[in-house]
């Protein structure tokens, strides 16, 4: 064989070969979404599946000429109500960044509150252990004795942690955990005090209980925040199976709702549906499927959630009092069977449902989120941050108003599924995994 003759072999046995690991990404790809949804215990699948992504998506981020960040091909035939609620156009962070890895090795964090100054209470789902990560020491206390008792299987365990606003005086600490009660398992508020040695959590007490319960082990919800006036949104899911996920539609249950309490777990005598007899009093909002990320927008003050969709179709909704979101009426996703959702509506608003400000198809597995309340990284200033699961990229959306003009996917390399999303104080991003990481996200040579 001639020179030329090798070097074509060469190259085609090249080609053949990275067609094959395509075509091999792909379909691992489309299984991981399959099945991921239903149970995302399956954690090493989910993240050897997750590293097979990697060349598309690192050539998604560089693409900043009105190109969208999505480059996979949709997996409905659903068209956007409006042009900027689906595909924002890729938009790429020009701050260089420092990632460091603080902990590592630690199971599913949940959830992350910082309750002192780079120092982070984190639930762990399964274990349900409530640690303290500090931040500068890139160090892990021991678990807190006092955290409930636990229902673990499927997606339950231990959910999110928040402090109360007066944590300095009171040290109250909020966790959300999936409870074994009559009749089944439901998402469970409840409150303890941090011991002053930090060992303790003490008098925890259960203050609220999304009802009705159900024999299940999927879509708890479970995100908190806390609002100006010091009480807490909740966040919960439907439960998932047929037919049960359509309680999200009914006002006599908490499932698929936000539900807005005081720290005593009693609705907020403001909620929308305190005169209506037939409705539980603690219900905000509903009609949606499983929420898994809560955030008021620093500048707005808009309440947005983060819902996670079927195949396709996770949202980005504002919420406002007594609206309906539409599940599971209308999506813009299809079943992980292949089937559609109640015939295949999409259009929420002609259906009498709020629009999502956006959604994602094919699904980034939308988690825990945060704005970017914080001027160490000026660009980033507003911008919700939201971590991705089977997709294992974070996603940055560049709001202006209330609609999304831009999305980039970071820490696309790494092969974690990113579960929850904080902003320190200092500014600093951090991001916790279902692989048991902490990332920590700050400007180069802060
Ligand atoms: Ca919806």
Sequence with gaps: MTKVSWSRLLFFTMLIFILALAACGNDEASDEEVTDEPDVTTEEPAEEDAETEEPADEGAGESTDGEPAETEPKVTEFEPAFPEQTRAPAVETETELTEEVVVD???VLWGMAEFEPNRLLVTQRDTAELLIV?????????????????NNSGQGGLLDVAVAPDFDDSRLVFLTFSQDVEGGTVTAVGKGVLSEDEASLEDFEVIFQATPAYEGDLHYGGRIIFDEDGNLF???????????????QDLDAYLGKVIHITQDGEP???????????????IYSYGHRNIQGIDFHPETGDLWIVEFGPQAGDELNIVEPGNNYGWPIVSYGIEYTGELINDGISEHEAQGF???RYYWDPTSAPSGSSFYDNDAIPEWENNLFIGGLVSSYIARVVIEGDTIVGEER????????FRDILVTEDGALIASTDGGSIYKITAAGE
């Design 234 to 248: 909740l966040t919960t899911g439907e439960r998932s199976d047929d037919p049960i996920r359509e309680r999200a």
């Design 105 to 107: 090795g630690l199971g």
């Design 268 to 282: 907020v005598d403001t909620n929308p549906f305190i005169e209506d007899e037939d409705a539980l009093d603690g």
């Design 354 to 356: 709020i629009e999502p």
């Design 134 to 150: 500090n931040l500068n020491e890139f160090a892990v206390s021991e678990p807190i004795e006092g955290t409930p008792e636990v």
């Design 410 to 417: 970071l820490l696309t390399d790494k092969g974690e599924r």
